[in-house]
C-alpha cells in the first residue's frame, strides 16, 4: 500500500525555522518526483515545491523561494521541507503528494502535517 | 503563473440535483487539468484527472469535460457523501496553481 507519512510541524515563532519530513512507503520512492502543498486554514491550496526523482531538479513557488528548501534521501525513503524565516503566512497545512499511476494530478496525498507561525 | 478561476465559490443543493462546476485557466492548458474533492479534516482526493479520467474508485456520478482553457466538472445526481469542497489544478506548467474551490452545501 503506498503510503505517505508527514511530521515536523509545530508552532514556531516569525523568523524561526522547521523541518517537515515525508516518509513514503509502498512504492519504489527512487523512481517518483514529489512535491509539498500547503492549505492555510480555512482557505485553499497552493503548490511549494517539487523534487525530480533523482534529486537533480527542484522547483519552488515564489512565495517560498529562497526561505524553503526541498531535499530527499533516497537511501531512506524520507522528502524533507527545510523551511527558514518563517512567516506567518506560511501557517499552513502540509501535504507531501505525488502522480503515481495517473496523468496531470496528484493521486498520492499525506496525512498532512501542521504548521503555526506565531508569537 | 497560470491562473484558475472556479465558479461558483460556493452553492447550495439538494440531493438528487445535478451540479455543474466550472474552471477557467488563463491561458491554454490542453487536457492538463485535475479536480479533487476535499472533505473537512482529510486531504484531497482525486476525482477526475486529464480533464475527463475518472479516477480509481471514483463514482460514475462524477464526470469532466474540456480542454484549452474551460472546464466542467459534473455531478449527475448529488449524493449525500458529495457535500463538500471542489478545487481544480492545472500541470500544463509551473508553477502548480489550482483554483479558489467550490463550496457544495446542503439546501
Redesign the interface.
Known sequence: QVQLIESGGGVVQPGGSLRLSCAASGFTFSSYGIHWVRQAPGRGLEWVAFIRYDGQKKDYADSVRGRFTISRDNSQNTLYLQMNSLRVEDTAVYYCVMREVVDYAFDIWGQGTMVTVSS | ?IQLTQSPSSLSASIGDRVTITCRASQGIA????W?QQIPGR????L????S?L??GVPTRFSGSGSGTDFTLSISSLQPEDFATY?C?Q??S????????TKIEIK
Open positions: 503563473a487536457s492538463a487539468l485535475a479533487y486531504p484531497p482526493k482525486v477526475i484527472y486529464a480533464a479520467s479516477g480509481s478545487f489544478q500541470f500544463n509551473y508553477p502548480i496553481t489550482f483554483g479558489g474551490g
